[in-house]
Every structure is written in C-alpha cells, then in structure tokens.
C-alpha cells in the first residue's frame, strides 16, 4: 500500500497540553510519526511518498473562511498582546451566553472558535494543519487515479475539527476535505468509517444535513468520554441527511469481540449504501495500553480490523487519526495496513 509521509510534520512540537489541571507535554507529539513510518518501512508496507501541496480551496469547501483567517492570525494576534504561552482557550459562547458576536481580542476570539482547551495554538499550528491535509490529498489523489488504496500519515489529526473549531488536537478535518473533494472530483457517494476512540463530532457534524456522504464512527460512549457532547446513538442525520449518520458508543473496557461486532453492522450499512470510495478515521487509540482511552484492542486484533474492513472491496483511504501509546502505534496502525492488504 502506497504511503504518503512528510518529515516535516515534525514542525508541530507543541509545548504543552491543558490536562488535570496541569500543562503536560501533548500526547500528541512529533515521536508518534516516526514509529509509524519505521514500523511500515520494517514491514514493507509499500512506497512512501511526499505529499503535494494542493492550496486552499479543497480546505475553503469544508472550513468557514473566518475561522480559516483566524488559523493563520492568531498566534501573531497571541504574540502581539504580550502573552507568555501558547495560546489556550479559557472562556466559551456557551448556554447563557451564546457568542452572537465574533470578539476582537485574541482571547475572545479563542474561544470562539475552539471547542475544547486541552490543545495549544502555536507558531506552526496552521502550517502543519495544512500539511496534514496535503498529506491526506496526495494518498486521495493516487486511489482515485489507481483505483487501490493508500494510507495518509496525518499529523496532527483532523476528526474533531468541525466547519468553524478546533480542539482535541484537530485543526482541518482532513477526512472531510478529502470526501469533499472525492465529491468534486465526480464521486457520487463516499463513507467515512471512524474507528478512532473518540467521536468524530467535525466529520459527523460538517455532513450531518447530507446524503453524498455517509458517516459512522464506533467510539467511547460521550457520557464518559472525550468530546461528551456528541456522538450518541440516537443522531442519525437531518434533513436529507436523515439515516446518513450512523454512531455506536461503546461502554470503556470494550474489548475486542464487541468492538469486532459494531464493525460488521457498521460495515453492512456501509454496503447498503454502495459508496464508491471508503475513508477510514484511523485511530489506534483503541487499543488496551493507550494513556487516554478505555477500549481494550491488543495489537494482534489491528491484523483482523484490516482483513474486515478489505472485506467490503472497496478503493480505501486510511487517514491517520489518534493512537498515544507511542511505542506500540507503529505495530498498531501498521497491522491494520498489513491486515488490509494481505486480505
Ligand atoms: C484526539 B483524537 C487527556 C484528555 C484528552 C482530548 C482527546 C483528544 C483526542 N487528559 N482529551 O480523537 O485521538
Ligand atoms: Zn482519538
């Protein structure tokens, strides 16, 4: 399977994450690439290539042009007002006071378009987000012209990005910036699988109202987990989106042959649906060792999670999401490749 990859999503080295009350260092860091990169050269997964840069407009057919401006500004903004740290959100448009106005200062502006604080806005943020997105448009553009499949290593993520947020490490949502361009590119229908543990509230949200793309994501039940205020069974799309979103909370400690069950209802929506081209939201932040998550995956299931989804025979993009047991998401993420591939 052809590998897209750049070095250079080792410029996002962000200094700190808000979490229990402490600035830690992010679990989402430069290291978990390189596992992932050296693992898949151990295993002959494939060719690795550099992505293309491919601009702007495929980000503007998802994102909201402010909240894009507010990307590429706002860590000069930070700068600017005198700020020590990176820039982390601490006040919300919330309940009692929803933000009907978009704030001039920096802060307000924050959280106006961050829907969660645990992620750091830093000097590199937008320039990596939009490398992350090259990279999951360079892996779209060889299974459209080919026909077969390819595995984008994204970094940093993009699943929780929703059309004007960012937050849980997510800045573009690159799968929804692929299955939109796959659209505009002449496709009629795509589905986005997300096996990542947490809910993929941007990518459910941005086509909640739409019927050309099918969204399922099979994640830690929101009462529990990480992002808490979407993700529940009874969303199912709206409009002519009604039926098109499809979520499955999982209770934490589920193990495999749970997990393994959802897939294959999962699956058999997803047939019914005859896309012409799958996405998977690939988190290994299933597995049983990861510092954030309550799933219970063991490396050897990511073999048959690949082998299950080569099932369907469809042209397959595998866009990479969370997985923080660094150590073991090269083995993790890499047998889902394998599995696939030797399906
Ligand atoms: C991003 B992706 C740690 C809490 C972390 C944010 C999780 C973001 C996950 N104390 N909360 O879906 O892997
Ligand atoms: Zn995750």
């Not at 006071?97 to 750091?120: D, F, K, Q, V, W």
């Not at 543990?197 to 459910?204: A, I, R, S, W």
Request: charge should be negative.
């Amino acid at each position: 399977m052809l590998i897209i990859h750049s070095d250079r999503t080792r410029q996002r080295r962000t200094q700190t994450e808000l979490s229990g009350g402490e600035l830690v260092s992010p679990f989402e860091c430069p290291e978990r690439v390189d596992y992932i990169i050296q693992r898949a050269r151990d295993a002959q997964l494939g060719d690795i290539r550099e992505p293309m840069e491919h601009g702007i407009d495929p980000v503007l057919a998802i994102h909201d042009r402010g909240y894009i401006d507010f990307l590429s500004t706002a860590w000069q903004h930070w700068k600017a007002d005198g700020h020590a740290g990176e820039a982390i959100a601490n006040i919300w448009p919330t309940r009692r006071m929803p933000g009907r106005h978009i704030p001039r200062n920096i802060e307000g502006r924050l959280g106006y378009y961050a829907l969660a604080g645990e992620t750091s806005l830093t000097a590199d943020s937008f320039e990596s987000a939009l490398l992350s997105k090259d990279i999951a448009l360079t892996a779209l553009d060889h299974v459209l012209d080919n026909g077969n499949s390819a595995f984008a290593l994204c970094r940093p993520p993009g699943h929780h990005a929703a059309v004007d947020q960012f937050g849980g490490y997510c800045f573009i949502n690159n799968v929804a910036v692929a299955a939109q361009r796959a659209l505009d590119k002449g496709h009629q229908r795509v589905a986005i699988l997300d096996v990542d543990f947490h809910h993929g509230n941007g990518t459910q949200d941005i086509f909640y109202a739409r019927n050309d793309v099918l969204t399922l994501s099979l994640h830690g039940d929101p009462m529990d987990e990480f992002p808490y205020f979407l993700g529940f069974a009874e969303e199912t799309g709206e409009g002519p989106g009604e039926g098109f979103n499809i979520n499955y909370p999982l209770p934490s400690g589920t193990d495999y042959t749970t997990w393994a069950k959802h897939l294959e209802l999962a699956k058999e929506r997803i047939s019914e649906f005859r896309p012409e081209l799958l996405i998977i939201a690939l988190g290994v932040d299933t597995f049983e060792n990861d510092p954030i998550s309550s799933f219970k995956l063991k490396s050897e299931d990511y073999l048959d999670v690949g082998h299950r989804i080569a099932a369907l025979g469809l042209p397959t993009l595998f866009v990479m999401e969370g997985g923080y047991a660094v150590e073991e998401i090269g083995i993790n993420a890499v047998n889902v490749l394998k599995g696939f591939s030797n399906a």
